[in-house]
């Protein structure tokens, strides 16, 4: 099976930096996406890894560890819009590709 | 604009009653998908359409419905069958990726409805 754990809440200052981790353990794995969610709306995609390594994406950064089965995103320089759940997704192949998701972070910015 | 509309926003239904939401994209993307969000849960796979006219169960599939007769449309219809329908429904849809495995790229997502059955 696929489990995915990220922490449930974090808080967070206004021009702090905050790291938000996700740990796996899944088979087939070939990929792992974070995405932001705002209250009542879609997720919007931030960022995608594949390989081993970090991902910088201007004030968003993602890592992979593929052996420790870990990622983190990396959110710089903190705006109060950044306030949101953010998701761990893992692809992975079932016959098909698909994502399997955690539970999400929910990151309070306050100022 | 390119994108992936769903409508309408908010529904509301009766208990007993069957309702179809609607999803289309404009952005030539081959897979698309529905899941179903519930507070404090993550995005749970509910089914999943790679072509035209074929699709797959996903995790949560008893008591939906779907059909893919078009690329641009993947209509979700939610039944009686589902005991709590109540939800957040998102869909989804992805280009082919690009290693030639048949793994699909990032997914997009629509604005999402929200269905209470009353």
């Known amino acids: 099976g696929q489990n995915i754990d990220q922490p449930t809440e974090m808080t967070a200052t206004e021009g702090a930096i905050v790291q938000i981790n996700c740990t796996y353990q899944?088979?087939?794995?070939?990929?792992l996406f974070w995405y932001q969610q705002h209250a009542g709306e879609a997720p919007t995609f931030l960022s995608y890894?594949?390989?081993?390594g970090l991902e910088e994406k201007g004030r968003f950064s993602s890592f992979l560890s593929r052996s420790k089965g870990y990622s983190y995103l990396l959110l710089k320089e903190l705006q109060m819009k950044d306030s949101a759940s953010y998701l761990c997704a893992v692809r992975v192949w079932r016959g098909y590709s698909t994502l399997t998701f955690g539970k999400g972070t929910m990151l309070l910015v306050s100022p | 604009d390119g994108g992936i509309t769903q409508s309408p926003k908010y529904l509301f239904r009766k208990e007993g009653q069957n309702v179809t939401l609607s999803c289309e994209q404009n952005l030539n993307h081959d897979a698309m998908y529905w899941y179903r969000q519930d507070p404090g849960q993550g995005l749970r796979l509910i089914y999943y359409?790679?072509?035209?006219?074929?699709?797959q169960k996903g995790d949560i599939a008893e008591g939906y419905s779907v059909s893919r007769e078009k690329k641009e449309s993947f209509p979700l219809t939610v039944t009686s069958a589902q005991k709590n329908p109540t939800a957040f429904y998102l869909c989804a849809s992805s280009p082919p990726g690009t290693s030639g495995r048949g793994f699909t790229d990032t997914q997009y997502f629509g604005p999402g409805t929200r269905l209470t059955v009353l």
């Open positions: 899944t088979s087939g794995f070939n990929g």
């Open positions: 890894n594949v390989l081993d």
């Open positions: 359409s790679q072509i035209v006219n074929d699709f």
